[in-house]
């Protein structure tokens, strides 16, 4: 990875886009949405990493064509649309304070940012009209890749993962028949 856009995309967008998911996880844990928009909007955020999980994947694995970009192009609308729903069901609920409002910026913007340079990679690798889904002519360094995985795993699914299970025990119980002698019992 010698030329600028890559180096951007590598070392700039994607550590940023780490961060950025991390500093959101911090503002839902100390908003407390187990207490407000629960396990719901704990849903939306991991559909959210997900969508974006699988166009990161295919850019650090797969050669940037046009079926990348297309790709990446149809999981950004989706991540939009996946966001206006989450969004309009979390406002409702809980106070989205300022700072976690610029980290969506954020979280919107860099993806947005990484598939336009994406554009000009492709372009300058005469790429753009293959249509072929097939592993990077030029993979890039294993100690990258694996450090990609650490920092992501670290960072942002175990908090989510966390997240999850916070609002998934706070969750209301739901109750079960009477049992025999009066008690009721919860099922988790």
Known sequence: MTDLPRQLLAYGILPLWVAAGLADWWCHRRTSIETTSGVRESAFHLALFAQMGVGVLAVLLLQVNAAILLLLGLLFVLHELTTWAEL???????????????????????????????????????????WRLRLKDEPLPPAYLVGVVVAVVLLNVLPLLEEFRRCWRARPAMKRPPRPGGATARMD
Request: net charge neutral.
């Open 88 to 130: 309009r069901f979390v406002v409702a609920r809980r106070e989205v304070r300022p700072i976690e409002q610029m980290i969506h910026s954020l979280m919107e913007i860099l993806p947005l940012s990484a598939l336009l340079l994406l554009v000009v990679v492709a372009g300058m690798n005469a790429s753009l009209p293959d």
